[in-house]
């Protein structure tokens, strides 16, 4: 969470959505990046925090610290807190048993052959397939939960605003109109492959992880179809099935040692 902190402004404000537009020009690019919308953070950081609550697998401790920081935006009465007291809570100095976050960073799935490499956006996306899988296993509230949570989490506080501008672009397009648990988890899984579409042989690609449509046949044979027209198809049902699997919470390692 430090990570994501360090590229935080310097309060979280709540207030009048502000609507979303690039107004960040890169001039050797050109490239739009989306700005920090500071009125809607606050929104944001509860909506995020409430769906870990309810549907991140992790350690009974990191849940019990999560719950707590929950407690902790509910009750606020201002429309702005600063980071240094959100990271009191986080850091829980108000000393609630059994409730903390792990020290330090240590990538287990998303360590890269490289420190640059994978790491904290390879976990977002994990993190993000994890809960739309949960969300579905437990018959959550519905697909809008999740989906609008992180795709305000991603606009308040990802770092890489690029990313942001690109993954609201294509929230923009069609998430509004996902309608079932299933459909959200398959809507992040084509997003995702998407993605990994336009950044395969970018600078940014580990070489020991390169960027592929997912998941490939080595992993899940009967997600792939017939090609039609010269084109690969999917069978999403299969997907479906997998990403129940891959992404379920019995994978989880909650005792993991090296
Ligand atoms: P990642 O793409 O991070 O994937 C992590 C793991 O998820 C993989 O190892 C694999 O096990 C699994 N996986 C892969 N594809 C799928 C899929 N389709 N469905 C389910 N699981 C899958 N970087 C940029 O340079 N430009 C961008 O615009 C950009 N946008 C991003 C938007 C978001 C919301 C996020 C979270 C990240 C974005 N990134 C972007 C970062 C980039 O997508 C990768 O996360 C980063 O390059 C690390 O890649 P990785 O090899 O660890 O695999």
């Known amino acids: 969470y430090s990570y994501a902190l360090q590229r935080l402004p310097g309060v ?19 490239q739009q990046w989306l700005p920090f919308n500071r009125g809607k953070a606050l929104t944001d950081l509860k909506r ?9 697998p992790g ?5 019990n ?3 707590s920081v929950e407690a902790w935006l509910l009750g606020l009465e201002d429309t702005e807190v600063s980071y240094s007291s959100l990271l009191s809570v986080l850091e829980n100095t108000a000393e609630v048993p059994n409730a903390v976050l792990p020290e330090g960073v240590r ?20 993190l993000f397939h994890v809960l739309t899988v949960q969300a579905m296993n437990t018959r959550g509230a519905g697909p809008q939960e999740v989906l609008q949570a992180m795709r305000g989490y991603v606009r308040s506080f990802f770092g890489c605003r690029e990313c942001a501008s690109h993954f609201e672009n294509m929230a923009a397009e ?14 992040l899984w084509s997003r995702h ?18 960027k592929i449509q997912w998941p ?21 049902e299969r997907v479906l099935a997998f990403l129940k699997e891959h992404f379920s919470s019995d994978r989880i390692l909650l005792d993991y040692l090296e």
Request: proline share 10%.
């Open 59 to 63: 350690r009974p401790v990191v849940k």
């Open 193 to 210: 492959n998407r993605v990994n579409n336009r950044l395969a042989g970018a600078l940014s690609e580990d070489p020991l992880f390169p």
């Open 174 to 187: 069609s998430m509004d109109s996902v309608r079932t648990l299933s459909a959200a988890a398959l809507w």
């Open 12 to 30: 979280v404000r709540a207030g009048k959505p502000q609507p979303v537009v690039p107004d960040v020009v890169d001039n050797t690019t050109g």
């Open 65 to 67: 610290l999560l719950q």
């Open 216 to 236: 490939p046949p080595e992993l899940c044979p009967s997600c792939h179809g017939v090609k039609l027209s010269g084109e690969h198809t999917w069978k999403q």
């Open 107 to 126: 990538w287990v799935a998303c360590q890269g052959s490289q420190p640059h490499f994978r790491g904290y956006p390879c976990s977002v996306w994990t």
């Open 48 to 56: 995020y925090i409430s769906v870990l609550v309810k549907y991140f």
